[in-house]
């Protein structure tokens, strides 16, 4: 079993709106809740990005390239991590993972995002 389910990527036009959701599979409740999590994304040839982070408190940190048009939130009920994305832009396009910020698990196998008019 993955540590982390990725699910919610698609297509969509410039400007559309995608919600993203991950769930930590292989963490049991209690280790979640102390757990400060994040969304990256990926794109050919490029190194993996943090895009936003969650910390345990629910505090929020974003990259200065989302900010205002994302949001990072979470359950811990269903030990899910989820990003909001709105008024998406071609540059967004990346494959998109979530993990903890410590990076010791690995990595899921991310949900597409694309972009496109």
């Known amino acids: 079993q993955v540590h982390f389910v990725e699910s919610g990527g698609g297509l969509v036009q410039p400007g559309g709106s995608l919600r993203l959701s991950c769930r930590a599979a292989?963490?049991?409740?209690?280790?979640?809740?102390?757990?400060?999590m994040a969304w990256y994304r990926q794109t050919p040839g490029r190194q993996r990005e943090l895009v936003a982070l969650i910390t345990h408190d629910k505090t929020t940190n974003y990259a200065d390239y989302v900010k205002g048009r994302f949001t990072i939130s979470r359950d811990s009920s269903r030990k899910t991590v989820y990003l909001q994305m709105n008024n998406l832009q071609p540059e967004d396009t990346a494959v998109y993972y979530c993990?903890?910020?410590?990076?010791?698990?690995?990595w899921g196998q991310g949900t597409q995002v694309t972009v496109v008019s």
């Open positions: 993990n903890e910020e410590s990076l010791t698990r690995a």
């Open positions: 292989r963490m049991i409740t209690s280790t979640f809740n102390v757990a400060n």
